[in-house]
């Protein structure tokens, strides 16, 4: 290995080196650094016959991050990988600096094709682990509330999700209020664009309830909703979420985190509302009952008032006169025994109806 | 008041007053509130006629 000599010019006590010599330092240190994998998204690729290079650029599909990389044409060619914009790969390399215009640039010795396999490994791999920290399991589901105050809508900005979503609510329940957030729904912008709208309609308030809302789409459009970052914002957000994301058969882990999942836009909007008939219905049979309630009451108050009112009657000497019986009064005394009166006094005897005097006779 | 809450108050009052439990002075007391809780849910069901607002997104940072 070449050491570093770089000759610099004296002024004074100030080393000065040529912008030449110092790149040639810059390159000749990078040069020294181990040869490494690094994983991206093939972008921007550029190859021609007469170039002796082929150029692409690699693409974080986090958070954008670029390096442009190289690879000597004849080396690409017989890689026979037939790579396109947009592929996942891994690069094997090390850093090297375009001298004349000091640029760094990763120089390619392999590249091997990151494919859906190997996408289905990783996923598969974050599943599980996110799985034994318990982030799916079915004790952290919540309830959604029957009657959300505000729904919250996450869903991309251009999406016919959107469209389907609210419609299906206000056909549902006219009365519904809704607050939608738009954002990426896919590429690497997507998952932190996803976590911060999420955060955002947490904070808009009254909001009961978050559906997350996209159409279906490729395996790769819809990883953003199985990215760590979104998966654990959903599984830790305040307020309940539903996930209606892709199709049916479409199971991205953020349908595995949210308290439920919708396959339909209809279905999401069967959880998030309730029928505005039904209630609208139900509403008006209680009011039925209230409104018929108090003469009920009256009428069994009523009833009861003539159940002891027959009874007391019952009970009366009135009622035992009414069947032919008759109280026999001496001045005023009831005369229960014959011997308490004498022939020729005054007795007062009172019948069912009416009473008279008259004179006893004899006594047996 | 909310909805839920308020229908639910409304459907307790119903049952009470139904099961003849309630002495007239309460009763009456009762059917006034419940008049109250139906007028409550209705006028949520009818006044908030449907509104969407769109949420200003955060630049992500």
Redesign the interface.
């Known amino acids: 290995m070449v050491s570093m000599k770089v000759e610099a010019e004296q002024y004074g006590d100030r080393k000065v080196y040529t912008v030449a010599a110092f790149n040639r330092g810059v390159a000749a240190w990078l040069a020294r650094l181990p040869t490494v994998w690094v994983e991206g998204e093939v972008t921007e690729l550029r190859r021609q016959q007469r170039w002796q290079s082929v150029f692409f650029t690699l693409k974080d599909p986090g958070d954008g991050a670029c390096l442009p990389v190289s690879m000597p044409r004849g080396q690409f060619d017989a890689l026979r990988l037939d790579l396109g914009n947009g592929e996942r790969v891994h690069v094997y390399g090390r850093p090297e600096l375009f001298e004349a215009r000091g640029d760094l640039r990763f120089r390619a010795l392999s590249i091997e094709r990151f494919g859906l396999g190997d996408h289905l490994a990783a996923l598969e791999r974050l599943k599980q682990k996110l799985g034994a920290e318990g982030l799916f399991a079915p004790e952290r589901k919540r309830r959604l509330?029957?009657?959300p105050?505000r729904v919250g809508l996450l869903t991309g900005n251009d999406a016919a999700a959107k469209r389907d979503v609210?419609t299906a609510i206000?056909t549902r329940f006219?009365?519904?209020?809704?607050?939608?957030?738009?954002?990426y729904v896919q590429g690497p912008?997507a998952a932190?664009?996803l976590?911060?709208?999420l955060?955002?309609?947490c904070r808009?308030g009254e909001i009961d309830v978050i559906v997350l809302a996209r159409g279906g789409g490729s395996f790769e459009d819809l990883l953003p909703f199985s990215d760590e970052r979104l998966v654990r914002a959903v599984a830790s957000c305040p307020v309940p979420i539903v996930s209606a994301v892709g199709h049916e058969q479409d199971t991205p882990l953020t349908d595995l985190a949210a308290d439920v999942r919708a396959s339909t836009p209809s279905g999401a909007a069967r959880l998030i509302v309730p029928d505005?008939d039904e209630?609208?219905e139900?509403?008006t049979q209680?009011?039925r009952?209230?409104q018929r309630?108090?003469l009920?009451?009256?009428e069994?108050?009523r009833a009861r008032l003539d159940g002891a009112y027959g009874r007391l009657r019952a009970l009366s000497p009135r009622a035992t006169l009414e069947r032919g019986y008759a109280i026999v009064r001496d001045r005023g005394r009831i005369v229960r025994v014959a011997t308490e009166v004498a022939s020729g006094e005054r007795i007062d005897v009172e019948l069912g109806q009416g009473s008279f005097s008259a004179t006893v006779e004899e006594i047996q | 008041m909310?909805?839920?809450e308020a229908?639910k108050e409304?459907?307790q009052?119903?049952q009470q007053?139904?099961s003849?439990q309630?002495n007239?002075d309460d009763?009456?007391k009762l059917?006034e509130r419940?008049?109250e809780l139906?007028r409550l849910?209705?006028e949520?069901?009818?006044?908030?006629?449907?509104?969407?607002?769109?949420?200003k997104?955060?630049?992500?940072?």
């Open positions: 509330p029957r009657f105050r609210l206000t006219p009365a519904a209020r809704v607050v939608v957030a738009e954002t912008r932190p664009a976590v911060t709208a955060e955002d309609l808009a505005a209630v609208r139900r509403l209680t009011r009952r209230l309630a108090p009920h009451l009256l069994r108050k | 909310r909805f839920e229908q409304l459907e009052i119903v007053l139904e003849g309630a007239l009763a009456i059917w419940g008049e139906h849910c209705l949520q069901l009818d006044s908030a006629q449907g509104k969407i607002e769109v949420l997104p955060t630049e992500p940072a």
